[in-house]
């Protein structure tokens, strides 16, 4: 069985392999998947940060309504005291009751002070909080900018690439009917498992013969049915070794 024409099928698929790798592999294909994995960190820092602010939002919120509940307390509570106060003269027997008032008033204004301390300190998170969603989103924006100058570089090597792309395809599609089917499945197969070139030339050295793909000797059982066939299948790598 002859072989010509899936080694010049193996040819051009070659070529268009080579071509798709250096389009694939360029310093700008690289430049946008580093962009890509970038711009995914700085998305979710920006996302972090959003939830951060929501749940300080509802801290301050929550700070508010029990800084306002206790501030209600103790405006309450002054007028009585007050009034107990300018009576100590008269009637010293409201001591007591004017006391416990003036405790009600100090655990008040604690407990005022440590929402405020606390409030103090969750500032300065929130500060910090978007200071980080700043930072994110600028480099989120830096980022893409970057990307998108790396695409437009890349879609013009891809636009320079794709007549020469367009007459492979062309040739690979006119060559593969004439290809024998068995060995255009054996070909596949091989491509598929990354055996690139899948049929290669055997070595001879001296009497032996070995495979170009892998370096491997050929059994005799391989050696002769590559001298009496033309072609075997390689042992050690499985491709295709010809004479």
């Known amino acids: 069985m002859k072989l010509d024409k899936l080694l010049d099928y193996q040819k051009h698929d070659m070529a268009l392999r080579r071509i798709m790798l250096e389009v694939e592999k360029s310093d700008d294909a690289q ?3 580093k962009a890509k994995q970038e711009f995914a960190i700085a998305k979710k820092n920006v996302e972090d940060s959003e939830k951060d602010a929501l749940s300080l939002v509802e801290f301050f919120s929550g700070l508010e309504k029990e800084y306002q509940a206790v501030q209600k307390k103790i405006d309450k ?4 005291i007050d009034k107990l106060e300018k009576s100590l003269d ?3 027997g409201k001591l007591d009751e004017y006391e416990k008032l003036i405790n009600e008033l100090g655990v008040l204004k604690s407990e005022a002070n440590t929402i405020e301390n606390n409030t103090i300190k969750q500032k300065s998170k929130g500060d910090e909080t978007i200071q980080k969603y700043k930072q994110a989103s600028e480099r989120a924006k830096k980022v893409r900018e970057f990307h998108a100058k790396a695409k437009e570089r890349l879609d013009a090597l891809q636009k320079e690439k794709e007549p020469e792309i367009r007459v492979i395809r062309a040739a690979l599609k006119e060559l593969e009917p004439k290809v024998d089917k068995d060995l255009m499945a054996q070909y596949k197969t091989l491509t598929d498992d990354g055996k690139l070139p899948a049929f290669v030339a055997a070595h001879l050295d001296g009497k032996n013969f070995s495979c170009k793909g892998c370096g491997m000797s050929l059994s005799q059982t391989g050696s002769s049915t590559l001298t009496s066939k033309g ?6 790598c499985r491709r295709i070794v010809y004479k």
């Open 90 to 92: 008269k009637d010293t």
């Open 31 to 33: 430049r946008i998947e």
């Open 231 to 236: 072609y075997t299948s390689c042992e050690s």
């Open 77 to 80: 509570l002054i007028p009585q």
